[in-house]
């Protein structure tokens, strides 16, 4: 970690007992530190430092946006998320521990026989990140960016993560922040907002696209591959474009692809989700439930 950034945090949170580099990407690190406590941090306390390592728009503001958008929830439901901290050139969240969904669904993934105990904590842990989201609907949220990465099941239930796309009721305060939605993973995006990213044009997450995102991040987690069959439309996923992807999603004909699941319970249980059109979709409590039912 760069010794000035090091310095500016440790001012809020006390000397960094441990940091650990996590990811490097698209102009952010991202570390993982424990803290010896300070104004705004708890002894011991683990805790997400992202960095800037690339200046401008885009991917630049992420960290900056993930802040703004945390402290609007944390105000909403009176919560406390601190330390929230928008630095200079760094932000700090605080750190979740526990398995993803993506973690957690690693045995349904595998090539070995999965037995009924192991099923159903995977199907528990599916039904809590629908209603992780479903609280966050309430709040009058849209996460945009689900991903079985984003869900993180720790001992006092499952946490979303990564809400720097995420639109909520009413415009962030900071102005340069509240720019158009770009697009969040690909082949987990709906229908609606794919057809539209794919020529440009701006699109709006809704309920609706989160719970798509949603039933296909559990599709992907459990089957180790995307739910859409795109070889139905000849469309190579090696060779195509972000741009490709996007109009062959937004056609909403692509069919699902349940090539070498061991668990078709579960994709019957998803599969009202990602339903082509926005309407026909349950709402996230009801995928919840019927992920219970399996």
Not at 26 to 49: C, F, H, I, M, N
Not at 133 to 149: C, M, S, T, Y
Not at 274 to 286: E, G, K, M, S
Request: a negative charge; charged letters at 20%.
């Amino acid at each position: 970690m760069i010794d000035s950034i090091r310095e500016a945090v440790e001012k809020s949170t006390g000397c960094l007992v441990e940091a650990e580099p996590i990811t490097n990407r698209r102009g952010v690190q991202v570390w993982r530190v424990t803290v010896a406590g300070g104004p705004d941090a708890e002894p011991g306390q683990r805790l997400v430092v992202k960095i800037v390592t690339s200046a401008g728009c885009g991917p630049a503001l992420a960290p900056r946006r993930e802040i703004s958008v945390l402290r609007a929830i944390a105000r909403q439901t009176l919560c406390a998320q601190a330390p929230l901290i928008d630095g200079d050139g760094f932000t700090v969240a605080p750190w979740f521990e526990g398995p993803s969904t993506w973690g957690v669904f690693e045995a349904a993934r595998s090539s070995r026989v999965v037995g009924a105990a192991e099923r159903r904590d995977m199907r528990d842990a599916g039904a809590r990140f629908c209603r992780a989201v479903a609280e966050l609907h309430r709040l009058g949220w849209v996460h945009a960016d689900l991903q079985a990465a984003h869900c993180i099941h720790t001992a006092a239930g499952a946490r979303l993560i990564d809400f720097a796309n995420a639109q909520g009721p009413r415009p962030l305060p900071e102005t340069e922040l509240n720019g158009a939605f770009a697009g969040g993973m690909t082949h987990v995006e709906a229908p609606e907002l794919a057809a539209l990213l794919a020529v440009g044009r701006p699109a709006v997450p809704t309920y609706a696209s989160d719970v798509y995102a949603l039933a296909a991040s559990l599709w992907t987690a459990a089957t180790g591959h995307w739910p859409l069959d795109y070889s139905a439309a000849g469309v190579g996923l090696q060779s195509a474009t972000p741009a490709e992807l996007r109009a062959a999603i937004g056609t909403g004909v692509l069919p699902l692809d349940r090539h070498g699941t061991g668990w078709p319970e579960l994709l019957d249980a998803l599969t009202p989700a990602l339903d082509p059109q926005p309407r026909n979709r349950p709402v996230a409590a009801q995928l919840a439930e019927r992920l219970d039912a399996l």
